[in-house]
């Protein structure tokens, strides 16, 4: 199992200059991607933007969208953006998708929050027809664009997995919640006649050091939508290099091709303690 780290571009008021240094440290230190959140009302950096900021100082490590509120930008905007960062960090973009929980996001970019799911699935449909095509450039390095992963926990985003995607996303918790839903992603598979096996990501949250309450606070307004579950996120979240030991082995045991650890605290050392965890696992 690989194990890559997302940038504290998530993290309002987290400084520019240290969202570029922990791109350079994450190559450094060995993490196999570097991730990015999407919100559009919240203080957090836009995806794109971040990631190719973090493409344009490092040469190794690959760009995840984890994930990506797909609907609220126009499939051909969308397309050109993919393929645009894409072609800029030389083939290393991983795209992850989503419908987003928030109605406030869709509100603010004008969209309709009731027609997500229609609307993601059209754009998927869409996606690689434009990056094939002539209309819209540049061309992806790959002919079939970067690969893609589709998040959700429901039937009918299993079902836009198994149809458009190389693989699935799933949005955190234990490593029995994530063995769930890989079965449902691996029988979506199967459903739809698909060879292989789909890829399997996962996402944990983390703050270690001493920097819990601080990590916190932070998940607590992240998911104040969610009301009383944003205590239960705020709880799981990995503060101990043993807890994330077990995590990590949770996860590996689980099936899961790829981890995704989640900054809480926009610090540099919170990076440096997760590798000096995880280069001790190796």
Same mark, same amino acid.
């Given at each position: 199992?690989?194990?890559?780290?997302?940038?504290?571009?998530?993290?309002?008021?987290?400084?520019?200059?240290?969202?570029?240094?922990?791109?350079?440290?994450?190559?450094?230190?060995?993490?196999?991607?570097?991730?990015?959140?999407?919100?559009?009302?919240?203080?957090?950096?836009?995806?794109?933007?971040?990631?190719?900021?973090?493409?344009?100082?490092?040469?190794?490590?690959?760009?995840?969208?984890?994930?990506?509120?797909?609907?609220?930008?126009?499939?051909?905007?969308?397309?050109?953006?993919?393929?645009?960062?894409?072609?800029?960090?030389?083939?290393?973009?991983?795209?992850?998708?989503?419908?987003?929980?928030?109605?406030?996001?869709?509100?603010?970019?004008?969209?309709?929050?009731?027609?997500?799911?229609?609307?993601?699935?059209?754009?998927?449909?869409?996606?690689?027809?434009?990056?094939?095509?002539?209309?819209?450039?540049?061309?992806?390095?790959?002919?079939?664009?970067?690969?893609?992963?589709? !998040? %959700?926990?429901?039937?009918? +985003? $299993? /079902? @836009?997995? =198994?149809?458009? #995607?190389?693989?699935?996303?799933? !949005? %955190?918790?234990?490593?029995? +919640? $994530? /063995? @769930?839903? =890989?079965?449902? #992603?691996?029988?979506?598979?199967?459903?739809?006649?698909?060879?292989?096996?789909?890829?399997?990501?996962?996402?944990?949250?983390?703050?270690?050091?001493?920097?819990?309450?601080?990590?916190?606070?932070?998940?607590?307004?992240?998911?104040?939508?969610?009301?009383?579950?944003?205590?239960?996120?705020?709880?799981?979240?990995?503060?101990?290099?043993?807890?994330?030991?077990?995590?990590?082995?949770?996860?590996?045991?689980?099936?899961?091709?790829?981890?995704?650890?989640?900054?809480?605290?926009?610090?540099?050392?919170?990076?440096?303690?997760?590798?000096?965890?995880?280069?001790?696992?190796?």
């Amino acid at each position: 199992m690989r194990i890559g780290i997302a940038l504290p571009s998530g993290i309002p008021g987290a400084d520019g200059t240290l969202v570029i240094d922990w791109a350079v440290r994450a190559e450094e230190r060995n993490f196999s991607h570097l991730a990015a959140v999407d919100r559009v009302r919240y203080g957090n950096y836009e995806p794109f933007t971040v990631l190719a900021a973090a493409a344009s100082v490092t040469r190794r490590i690959r760009l995840a969208t984890t994930i990506l509120i797909a609907p609220l930008r126009s499939t051909a905007l969308l397309a050109k953006q993919v393929a645009s960062l894409d072609r800029l960090s030389n083939g290393r973009l991983v795209l992850g998708v989503g419908l987003g929980a928030r109605a406030d996001d869709y509100e603010a970019t004008e969209v309709e929050y009731g027609s997500r799911g229609k609307r993601l699935s059209e754009q998927l449909a869409d996606l690689r027809r434009h990056w094939e095509g002539d209309l819209i450039g540049p061309h992806p390095p790959r002919p079939r664009g970067p690969e893609i992963l589709i !998040g %959700g926990d429901s039937g009918p +985003a $299993f /079902a @836009r997995m =198994a149809r458009y #995607a190389e693989g699935y996303i799933h !949005g %955190g918790g234990p490593p029995r +919640a $994530f /063995a @769930r839903a =890989a079965g449902q #992603a691996r029988a979506a598979w199967i459903d739809a006649e698909r060879p292989g096996r789909p890829l399997l990501w996962g996402q944990g949250y983390f703050a270690l050091g001493g920097a819990a309450d601080a990590g916190a606070r932070y998940l607590k307004d992240y998911y104040a939508f969610s009301g009383p579950f944003a205590e239960k996120i705020a709880a799981a979240m990995l503060t101990t290099p043993q807890a994330v030991n077990e995590y990590i082995r949770g996860y590996e045991e689980a099936g899961c091709d790829e981890l995704s650890l989640l900054p809480t605290v926009a610090h540099l050392e919170q990076l440096d303690r997760l590798a000096d965890i995880v280069g001790s696992l190796v």
